[in-house]
């Protein structure tokens, strides 16, 4: 075989891979519809929370002046506390209720986004998607995110990490 006959060769399977991955073929399975969840009921109330303690005892605050994003329902904001181990996506579900779940994803080493339309987390690197409650809703990632206690105390909302 030629350098010319390798080259034509070589040139033809990179078209060919193009095309393939312009398809989506062979690029992550088959294709599932993404599950879409409601936030909860406006009047509903928030589930049984403790009161916060002490930052010993593992509690992070988080003053909501310094995140406005979650002010109001549906918003959220990225808590980065590197002292207390915490790396989350803190979301304002209803009205006075916080879910804080951890920010890497469970297959690798993605952050994942809030994406309050579909009311979901999502991994941008391989489309893994979670539930607020961390449950994996699609795949590649097997384990569910960890989910912290996140309580609202007057202008600050506290995140329970325990040690």
Known sequence: MTD???RAALLTLARGGCALAALGVGC???WREAVVLDLPPEGASCP???QPGTTAEGWVEV???DHPGLESPGGHA???APEALLDVLLVH???GCFV?????CTHGDCGVDWRPADGVMECPCHGSRFALDGAVLQG???RPLAVFTAVRQGASVFIHRPR
């Not at 804080?100 to 890497?104: D, F, S, T, V, Y």
Request: zero cysteines.
């Open 48 to 50: 049984d929370l403790p």
């Open 28 to 30: 992550g399975g088959e």
């Open 78 to 80: 990225r808590v980065h």
């Open 63 to 65: 003053r909501l002046q």
């Open 140 to 142: 590649p990632a097997e």
């Open 93 to 95: 579900t209803k009205p």
């Open 100 to 104: 804080a779940l951890w920010r890497i």
């Open 4 to 6: 010319l006959d390798r």
